[in-house]
């Protein structure tokens, strides 16, 4: 009786120390079967997922090539007159006394007598436990009972495994939903990075066709034909000098905030400003039909809104007019600066000789390159103001004026 007693002790600290493998708790309950019950092979057999047949899953005893036969022929559950069978369809103790005597006749190998315990839950039978004995009439009530005893630890350990492996497969899909998730926030922040990097150098519009391409490969260094326009309030520096700094910020913040309105109605592709001067881009990086006619279109609707502004100061005191600088030619675009203190800008004789022509400009006059003026004559007449020498332009440069009385 103590013996029996210990062996539980010892199932059930196996028990507790496998979780998360049968194995060892199956072949503890199989060699102390064996000991107890003097017996010359036991075996554990498990229900196959596709409820089949009995799969052997441990074996201890004298008659290995049991394992073998066991592995390449597992009983079928439809094989009625198989003992082990038997036990798991009838859900109940197969006992074979004298397996000469027996009607189904003599078992494998030397065994005189069997013994089968279905592993039940109330629902199913899990599998069989087998144990051979090397005498007629081996197992007695008290084997039956202990080993209807073990069959429940077996079927313990099977459960623990499953509970183990179903918590362990939905950690890691938990874990991989994590992991998944975070993923798509991080790209998230690394979109919204973006797109914040981008909106602080391009308009909206521009930004958001970039955004939605995928892409940010437009925005790499290239060359492309440009309409180019620069402008600048007269008489700023003068009234910066005189006047106090909160009307200073309130004359830059109108004059931004009405300039910016108009640029983003005209479809610019990139506008930069400093102090009150503005540089604007047409066909890159959306392309335009009609670069210089784009830029000329924005220059009139510059002026005629500066004409309100400047009525508007004057009635404060503060005298101010606007020059505008038009051309057209390639210059190289892109990407300028380092890391979170990038720009995108343009840089070559077009973007120079725009911004000299802005500075050549008296109040209200939009001067227009040669190129530029050629490229919109026959929407836009212009005169020639005859040939200039441009600051950092090596030749001499033909300029013509905008008639003032163009409109869009």
Not at 291 to 312: F, H, N, T, W, Y
């Amino acid at each position: 009786m103590r013996e029996r007693e210990a062996a539980s002790r010892e199932i059930l600290q196996v028990i507790s120390r496998s979780r998360d493998d049968s194995l060892p708790v199956f072949d503890t309950i199989l060699a102390h079967a064996r000991r107890l019950c003097d017996s010359l092979h036991a075996g554990l057999f498990l229900v196959s997922e596709d409820k089949s047949e009995l799969q052997l899953a441990a074996y201890q005893g004298e008659d290995e090539w049991l394992v073998a036969l066991h592995f390449q022929n597992p009983p079928k559950l439809e094989d009625i007159g198989n003992p082990m069978v038997q036990a798991a369809v009838s859900r109940s103790v197969v006992h074979i006394e004298d397996t000469e005597a027996d009607e189904l006749g003599p078992s494998p190998g030397t065994a005189r007598s069997l013994l089968h315990v279905p592993l039940l839950t109330r629902d199913e039978c899990h599998g069989v436990l087998s144990l051979a004995g090397r005498v007629v009439g081996t197992f007695k009530d008290t084997d039956i009972q202990l080993f209807e005893i073990f069959a429940e630890k077996a079927l313990i350990a099977v459960e623990n495994v499953r509970q183990y492996r179903a918590l362990r497969d939905k950690t890691e899909e938990v874990q991989t939903l994590n992991n998944t998730l975070q993923k798509q926030v991080e790209e998230q922040v690394g979109e919204i990075e973006r797109i914040g990097k981008l909106k602080r150098f391009l308009p909206t519009a521009v930004a958001e066709t970039v955004i939605s391409s995928g892409s940010e490969k437009m925005l790499s260094s290239h060359r492309a034909l440009l309409g180019v326009l620069f402008c600048d309030i007269r008489g700023f520096t003068a009234f910066c000098e005189t006047a106090e700094p909160e009307e200073t910020i309130e004359v830059l913040q109108t004059y931004h905030e009405e300039m910016g309105k108009l640029i983003n109605a005209h479809g610019a592709g990139v506008d930069h400003r400093m102090g009150d001067g503005i540089m604007v881009l047409f066909n890159d990086p959306i392309p335009c039909d009609d670069p210089a006619g784009d830029a000329v279109r924005l220059a009139i609707s510059m002026r005629a809104k500066m004409v309100e502004l400047s009525k508007q100061w004057k009635r404060l005191g503060h005298r101010l007019g606007f020059g505008v600088g038009v051309s057209l030619g390639y210059a190289t675009v892109g990407m300028v600066g380092y890391e979170g203190r990038s720009d995108y800008t343009a840089s070559g004789t077009a973007i120079n000789v725009a911004s000299r022509l802005c500075e050549m400009a008296e109040d209200g006059e939009i001067l227009l390159s040669t190129r530029a003026a050629i490229a919109v004559e026959d929407d836009f007449p212009s005169v020639s103001k005859g040939e200039v020498t441009l600051k950092g332009i090596r030749e001499p440069v033909e300029v013509f004026r905008l008639d003032e009385g163009a409109t869009e």
